[in-house]
């Protein structure tokens, strides 16, 4: 059993997900849980920094059509299941991104 939703190998870069966690999610959800493991690996260049994970994350995802609300309610499911003052501070962060996403949306993804 995991201690997270998910989590990535740092050397091999194979994601693994908490079934029960998964399970409840929604589509859009697990994509944006997905894609936060596959940025840890692939797009950070930091691979340990979470709130570039979580930067590159929106960024596909908002860039690619998902919904607004799933985004928040994607992060709030995780932060609420993982409380923590990190996790807060990550959210406030997150939003704000979000909130300003269609006016930054062209500069941002180009």
Do not use: M, W
């Amino acid at each position: 059993a995991l201690t997270t939703p998910a989590r990535i190998h740092n050397e091999t870069g194979r994601i693994e997900v908490a079934r029960k966690f998964f399970l409840a999610c929604s589509v859009p959800s697990r994509v944006a849980i997905l894609l936060h493991e596959f940025s840890h690996f692939n797009l950070n260049e930091d691979q340990h920094d979470e709130i570039e994970a979580d930067l590159n994350t929106l960024k596909i995802y908002l860039g690619s059509g998902y919904p607004v609300i799933e985004a928040h309610k994607g992060f709030l499911d995780v932060f609420k299941t993982y409380p923590s003052d990190e996790n807060r501070q990550r959210y406030e962060y997150l939003k704000n991104f979000i909130d300003n996403f269609d006016q930054e949306k062209y500069r941002i993804c180009i």
